[in-house]
């Protein structure tokens, strides 16, 4: 089956421009969080959606904002653009299964960069 | 403040032979707890999940070892492959026996090199 799909792999933005990135989960999977990865921070939790709900909020401003789909594809936005948020931004689509078995799958990241 | 932590950095470990990368937690809440390799470039990729009703979960050559009283996980993989060189992450989620709500907390990752 199709893997976790985002785009644009690759952006380029300045600062205090707004953007906007795609994520498309995996077949079944109702569950979207999205991350940020950077070298100092690691990997750090942005939010979670589920069934067009967000469930958890990680610890950023307002700037980052997100939704879900009806068909479960995400979006993630970030307003007012600062050097500091580049980043690779990852999105994880995941389910839970009825054994009490969970699987998370992560797509291959935008990589943005704010000049 | 690092709730997840990953305190070696780097693990070297002869083809054939075990590794094995630990993990450590601090919240006592934290109920589901996940591996991930990943390599340069690429987004992590998903290895072996745990929850804490069990103390032992295998997959193959991954086995995933947990010890809630020292809130202590581990990873071993058996036999390590040349292929298996990457770095590796653990997380962990606070409890949610129905999953209504996941909010993982990353490592900050072990870099595993299998020498041929």
């Known amino acids: 089956k199709a893997g976790v799909t985002q785009t644009p792999r690759y952006l380029i933005k300045t600062r205090g421009q707004q953007v906007t990135l795609s994520c498309s989960p995996i077949s079944g999977h109702r569950s979207v969080s999205w991350y940020q990865q950077t070298p100092g921070q690691g990997l750090q939790f942005l939010f979670e959606y589920f069934s067009e709900t967000q469930r958890n909020k990680g610890n950023f401003p307002g700037r980052f904002s997100g939704r879900q789909f009806s068909n479960s594809r995400s979006e993630m936005n970030v307003s007012t653009l600062e050097l500091g948020d580049s980043a690779l931004y990852l999105c994880?689509?995941?389910?839970?299964?009825?054994?009490?078995?969970?699987?998370?799958?992560f797509g291959p990241g935008t990589r943005l960069t704010v000049t | 403040d690092q709730q997840v932590k990953q305190n070696s950095p780097s693990l070297s470990v002869q083809e054939g032979r075990i590794s094995i990368l630990n993990c450590d937690y601090t919240n006592s809440m934290f109920d589901y707890f996940l591996w991930y390799k990943k390599y340069p470039a690429e987004g992590p990729t998903f290895l072996i999940s745990i929850s804490s009703i069990k103390d032992k979960n295998e997959d193959g050559r991954f086995t995933v070892f947990l010890n809630k009283s020292a809130k202590h996980l581990s990873l071993h993989i058996v036999p390590s492959q040349p292929g298996d060189s990457a770095v590796y992450f653990c997380?962990?989620?606070?409890?949610?026996?129905?999953?209504?709500?996941?909010?993982?907390?990353f490592g900050t990752g072990t870099s595993l090199t299998v020498i041929p």
């Open positions: 997380a962990a989620s606070p409890e949610s026996r129905d999953h209504t709500g996941n909010q993982f907390y």
């Open positions: 994880a689509s995941s389910r839970t299964y009825r054994d009490g078995g969970y699987e998370q799958y």
